[in-house]
């Protein structure tokens, strides 16, 4: 089956007080994450803490996702840069829980060449005996992505399309870290509906491109999650836990199929195609002769309907006519 990491946002919640970090743990363990991105903040963060933060995250069976290269760090050019990573990597390093993300943006860095976040990504790898996952989060045509030292791709993009469109020849796996978050800001990044996070996510998930979650509503402490940490209130959520049992049900070997509604499939044996905000009446399958077993899956009312066995050949599937459906096709022996 599908390794699924589900990914959430919260860049600085280590550097709240006590009682918010540890409303963002019981959080945290209680949602379909099972890794936070977060700024190391090592200037504002002192090391011993940093590391007791992410022993607290491993307690809980989340993984670190360390940004280690971050404007408010005060380190723009590359000489300080490498002094910093050559610090706070080797400590880290020990920690079997961590990630690396070099910068999830590297154009507040303008003294900071492409040649040199090559070379600091070098430098994160050889200060990195465990050899931890390591990227960078580049818009989705950045040649960033291609150089050696980066174990995926991390992207920004509008929406999973345009990454997949754009990244389909990658020859390592790519997240899309970037992509707007659930809240309602001013900010059209920060003001995604729901309804449209959900439709990123399972969209992103089938084109395996998983989207990592954000959320911006302020709270009443004038902070939001995905900045601060605390509690998460929005209604993608729970919706994004229902996506991660599907994915978890879903076979390594699958791979993406583009039509007119994007798909997983390994043929002849299992089918899950999401149909996004098309209503379509039914969709039909050609599939070898077999007895496949049908779902239908309300991924905002988080319903599965199960339509029985049917035999395979053409499989028609009716579906309600409603945005954000699903289909899930396993042959039956």
């Not at 005060?74 to 070099?102: C, F, I």
């Amino acid at each position: 089956m599908i390794n699924v990491s589900m990914a959430t946002t919260a860049l600085g919640w280590h550097l709240q007080g006590e009682k918010r970090r540890a409303r963002t743990l019981a959080t945290l363990e209680s949602s379909p994450f099972d890794r936070v991105r977060m700024a190391a903040s090592a200037t504002r963060c002192p090391l011993d803490s940093l590391e007791e933060r992410v022993a607290e995250l491993a307690g809980i069976g989340v993984t670190a996702e360390l940004v280690l290269l971050h404007p408010d760090e005060g380190v723009a050019e590359v000489e300080a840069a490498a002094r910093y990573l050559e610090e706070v990597v080797p400590r880290l390093a020990a920690h079997p829980n961590v990630w690396w993300s070099l910068t999830t943006d590297p154009s507040p860095f303008p003294d900071i060449s492409e040649h040199d976040w090559v070379r600091l990504a070098n430098l994160v790898a050889e200060e990195d005996p465990g050899h931890h996952p390591l990227s960078i989060t580049v818009e989705a045509g950045s040649p960033l992505l291609w150089r050696r030292p980066f174990t995926h791709g991390s992207v920004r993009a509008a929406g999973p399309r345009d990454a997949w469109v754009r990244t389909r020849d990658h020859h390592k796996p790519v997240l899309m870290d970037m992509c707007g978050y659930e809240g309602d800001a001013d900010d059209p990044w920060l003001s995604l509906t729901a309804e449209e996070v959900v439709a990123q996510a399972w969209d992103g998930a089938v084109r395996r491109r998983l989207v990592t979650h954000g959320e911006s509503y302020v709270d009443e402490d004038g902070l939001t999650w995905s900045r601060d940490g605390g509690t998460l209130v929005g209604a993608a959520v729970p919706r994004l836990a229902l996506l991660r049992r599907f994915l978890a049900g879903t076979p390594e070997e699958a791979r993406y199929r583009d039509r007119d509604a994007p798909m997983l499939e390994v043929a002849g044996e299992f089918y899950l195609e999401f149909c996004g905000e098309h209503r379509f009446p039914q969709r039909e399958y050609d599939v070898p002769p077999g007895r496949y077993e049908v779902e239908v899956i309300d991924t905002w009312e988080m319903t599965v309907a199960s339509l029985g066995v049917r035999e395979g050949g053409t499989l028609t599937v009716p579906l309600p006519g409603t945005p954000g459906q699903a289909i899930r096709l396993r042959r039956r022996r």
